[in-house]
């Protein structure tokens, strides 16, 4: 087997995702391993969580007289990692040319529908269930400097009942997230690693 894929994570939450990941690698489902958990605030559930779990938790919140963007970048180039996942991050993730291609969110609604600014969490829940719609699910994508914009790498989709609330609905569609993200990871770093080895071994590349 190759040697594990680096993977940085951005939380804002209970930290979920991220322990649905290192789970995942605990299994040995996804050949990776979680070198940073960045918070935006020491007191979020998550940093507890992640902690107790083993994984390494730097808070990096918005003081003015820093840069955010700039300090982040500094703690992820820190943690070496190949890939940025956002794993419930609220906040605007400065891509840039550094990170471009290398970061990727989950989305809990099927974009582009129930997406943007201020669609997250519960809001997006509600969201769909006032729309009408019959479907829902989950979105992982490429992330770029506009919110849940960039391009898709895989969909989930389940069904929303007549009698779903938010948190009915909200629990189907992590059951999704659950699977989803350890997915498109899987397949990222399968791309990853043929586009790497396709600029070694000499020749001209066409």
Known sequence: MSEPVSIATLISG????VLNLAEEIERGRLNARITGVI????SLAGVRRCRDRGLPV???NGDPRDSLDDRLDEVLAGTGARFVCLCGYLRHFRVGTQWSGRTINIHPALLPDFGGKGMYGAHVHRAVL??????SGCTVHFVDEEYDHGP????RSCPVMKDDDEDTLAAR??????????EALRQLFETDAHEAGSTVGGGEQR
């Open 58 to 60: 730097t808070v990096v």
């Open 130 to 135: 006032a729309s009408g719609v019959s479907e």
């Open 173 to 182: 569609v992590f059951e999704l997230e659950c699977e989803a993200f350890p």
């Open 39 to 42: 918070a935006h605030r020491a």
């Open 14 to 17: 209970g930290g979920r995702t």
């Open 152 to 155: 898709t790498i895989l969909q």
